[in-house]
């Protein structure tokens, strides 16, 4: 199952519209407007900035963090993932 990371700044993607950056706001509206074949699996603020790492798997995993103007996203793989690629 592809997994995908990215940082989105938590004050301006229209997705967080009205969060004002708040952590829990910002938390329970990407749970909650997270598409089917988006199941977001962790979301990690940085301590004392407006930023979160937000990791997402599935099939529109990627298409939600360009929904959420995530930067720096990149393709994660499991131990078994990655060694079957690389064979």
Do not use: Y
């Not at 708040?22 to 930023?51: N, T, Y």
């Amino acid at each position: 199952m592809p997994h995908w990371d990215g940082i989105i700044d938590t004050s301006s993607p229209q997705a967080l519209e009205g969060c004002k950056g708040d952590p829990v706001s910002v938390h329970e509206r990407i749970m909650a407007v997270a598409p089917e074949g988006a199941s977001v699996r962790s979301i990690s603020f940085e301590a004392g900035k407006d930023v979160a790492r937000v990791r997402v798997e599935g099939p529109n995993a990627k298409q939600f963090l360009k929904t959420l103007e995530a930067r720096d996203v990149v393709r994660l793989a499991s131990a078994h993932e990655w060694k079957g690629e690389k064979t």
